[in-house]
């Protein structure tokens, strides 16, 4: 029996903005059921990374490969573009992202939020997206908040019903762009708890995160980019227990020392 192939792959990823080169030949998995954390500092690429993943940027060289199913390009270089449109938005919709400033829509209710992509995208039919929306707003803890617009909730609300809106898709995995760095500790929480609990249900997820505890209690895989490159991988434990790399060191005392 064959192994079932990560959700992800990147094999050997560049990026570069012009002149400047963000990510210098990266290697990343996320196989079925495990959540991924990037840690590092900023600029050291893991948004930038996390995009060139979901197709929302496109890199200039190396493999971006879906369950198996490697991304077909057009172009070399900085002319390098994604070549089968209908390939683009079936892993696009597959791959729902979280990112950092909710992007709710603020003309519907946080109902219509969690139901417009399903409907419009993906065809379903209103009244079975609409139950499933309601079921994935109670799973968030905000249920009640079905008929209020976003500018009603607070923050960690919000970015719940942005999860909410994500998990509607079904996906094949969840990409978290730092889910809580725009939140107070408290409404931070909330979130956290959201991300463990899916975390616990076996969801694919890749999370960029300045919350060390978070990556440390929900990851089965850390992986420390340092300018572009990855300095240091492995198992919670041994990033943060026993960090191998100076770098990766001073980057953690720096985080206990903040």
Not at 46 to 60: I, P
Not at 92 to 121: C, D, G, K, Y
Not at 171 to 176: H, Q, T
Request: with cysteine; aromatic share 4%.
């Amino acid at each position: 029996m064959t192994a079932e192939p990560p959700v992800i792959e990147i094999r050997d990823l560049h990026k570069s903005y012009g002149s400047l080169e963000v990510l210098k030949g990266v290697d990343i998995a996320a196989p079925k059921g495990h959540v991924v954390s990037l840690i590092g500092s900023s600029g050291s690429g893991k948004s930038t990374l996390l995009r060139c993943a979901n197709l929302l940027e496109d890199s200039q060289q190396g493999d971006v490969i879906f369950c198996g199913e490697p991304v077909t390009w057009k172009g070399t270089g900085a002319h390098r573009h994604p070549g089968d449109r209908k390939q683009m938005i079936r892993i696009r919709t597959n791959l729902s992202m979280v990112f950092q400033q909710f992007n709710l829509w603020a003309h519907m209710t946080i109902l219509q939020n969690v139901m417009e992509a399903p409907v419009t995208v993906l065809k379903r039919d209103r009244t079975e997206v609409e139950r499933t929306a309601r079921a994935y707003l109670d799973k968030v803890g905000i249920g009640d908040k079905a008929d209020a617009f976003p500018a009603q909730l607070s923050g960690g609300q919000q970015q719940r019903a942005a999860i909410a809106r994500a998990l509607a898709m079904e996906p094949k995995a969840l990409l978290f762009d730092e889910p809580t760095s725009a939140l107070d500790p408290e409404l931070e929480q909330e979130v956290v708890r959201v991300i463990k609990a899916l975390a616990e249900e076996g969801r694919t997820m890749v999370l960029v995160t300045h919350d060390m505890n978070m990556a440390r209690d929900v990851s089965d895989h850390v992986v420390f980019l340092h300018q572009g490159r990855i300095e240091e991988e492995g198992p919670p434990d041994e990033v943060f227990g026993n960090p191998r790399s100076e770098r990766l060191r001073g980057f953690l005392n720096a985080g206990q020392a903040a």
